[in-house]
C-alpha cells in the first residue's frame, strides 16, 4: 500500500495551528510571525510536504514570457508558435502567460531593439528569441533588468544565455551521410545545398555531414550556399551539376528543399541524383510520395516550441537548474511513415 500523502491538515494538527496558518507560511502570504513560519516550513519538510503547485501559482504574480518570433520561414515559425502556445495552454493553471513580439528578420536591429523596449516594458520575467539574434548589448541590458533569455530553433554562445532548443544538426548531418552511403556505391559525389554556415544551425548541420560522408564511401563535391533566398537554391543546383559531371546526391539541410527538387525535375536528373531533404513542409511531402526526395529529417518545431517553455518554467517557478542547451533529435521521414507526421 502506498504511503498516505502529507496534507496541510496534517501539518496543522502537528503544530496545533489554524490551516489557514499554515497555508500562510507555506505560501508566502502575509499574517504570520517569521519564527512560526519557519517553523511551519521545516516541519513541512520533515513531514514529506510535497506543494500543491496550482495552490503556490495562485500565490504568486503571473509570469509573463516574451517570445520575439521572426516573420521569415512562417511556415516553420507556425510551428514554433503551436508548440510554445501548447506549452503555455497546459501551464495556463500556475499562472504562466506568453506574448509575442514579431520582429521582420532574425537579424533586423531596428525591429529587435523595439520589440525587446516593449517586451521590458511589459514586465516580461523571461524572454524567448524564436531566431532571433541577440548581440552582447541587448544580453548586458536584460541581465541588468534580471530578465533571462534562451534561445530557440538556434544558438548564439552568449554568456548570459539562460538555455537553447534546437534540433541535433550535427545529428541530422550524420543520418544524411548515413542514408545516402546506403543508397549510393562507394566514392558517390554528394552536394551539401545549405542556408549560411555563419548560422548555427547550418554550420553543425555541414560539419555533421563532413564528420560522416567518408565512412560511408561519400565523396563531398562542394558546400552550397543559398542565404535562405529560393531562387538562388535553384540556381545553386545547376552550379553543382555543371562544376561535377558525377555528382548523384545532394543533401539539403533547410526547408528550401523544394526548389531543388523543382529545378532537378526541370533538368531531368531525379532519377540519377538522390536527395536527403530537411523538414517535411508544403510540397516536400509530395517529393517523397513520388520518390523524388529518399528521406527527410524532420526537426520537429512543434516539440521545440513546448520544450523551451517548459524550462524556463521549470527555472523560474521550481527553481530547478536547467541545461544551457538542449538538442532535440532529428526524425528519418521516409515515404512509407510520411503519413504519422
Known sequence: MSEKRTTITDIAKRLNVSMNTVNKA????????????????????????????????????????????????????????????????????YNIHGKFYPVSSRNCRVDIEAQLARAVADGVN???????????????????KSIPF??????????????????????????????????????????????????????????GFLSSAADFGLEVAGIYEHFDLPEQAARLVDQAVEAHPGLCGIYATTANSPEICRRIV????????????????????????DGIIKAALYQDCIREGEKIIEL??????????????????????LRNNLELF
Not at 155 to 161: C, H, K, T, W
Not at 319 to 326: A, D, E, L, P, R
Open 266 to 289: 526541370e533538368l531531368g536528373l531525379q532519377d540519377r541524383l538522390k536527395i536527403i531533404a530537411t523538414d517535411i513542409y508544403g510540397e516536400i511531402r509530395q517529393y517523397l510520395r
Open 150 to 207: 534562451a534561445f530557440l530553433g538556434t544558438d548564439v554562445l552568449l554568456p548570459q544565455r539562460l538555455t537553447s532548443v534546437y534540433s541535433n544538426g550535427e545529428m541530422a548531418g550524420r543520418l544524411a551521410a548515413e542514408l545516402l552511403g546506403g543508397m549510393l556505391p562507394a566514392g558517390g559525389r554528394i552536394a551539401v545545398v545549405t542556408g549560411s554556415r555563419e548560422y548555427r544551425d547550418c554550420e553543425d548541420k555541414v560539419q
Open 26 to 93: 507555506l505560501y508566502g502570504k502575509k499574517g504570520v510571525g517569521e519564527e512560526l513560519r519557519a517553523k511551519i516550513q521545516a516541519t513541512a519538510k520533515a513531514m514529506n510536504y510535497q506543494a500543491n503547485r496550482v495552490a503556490q501559482s495562485m500565490a504568486r504574480n503571473p509570469v509573463l514570457i516574451g517570445v520575439l518570433a521572426t516573420r521569415e520561414w512562417e511556415i516553420v515559425t507556425d510551428d514554433f508558435r503551436k508548440g510554445i502556445q501548447r506549452a503555455l495552454d497546459r501551464l495556463r493553471d
Open 126 to 144: 523571461a524572454i524567448v528569441c524564436n531566431h532571433v539574434e541577440l548581440e552582447s548589448c541587448d544580453a548586458r541590458m536584460l541581465a541588468e
Open 312 to 333: 524556463i518554467y521549470s527555472h523560474l517557478c521550481e527553481g530547478k537548474k536547467i541545461s544551457s542547451q538542449v538538442l532535440i533529435p532529428p526524425v528519418i521521414v
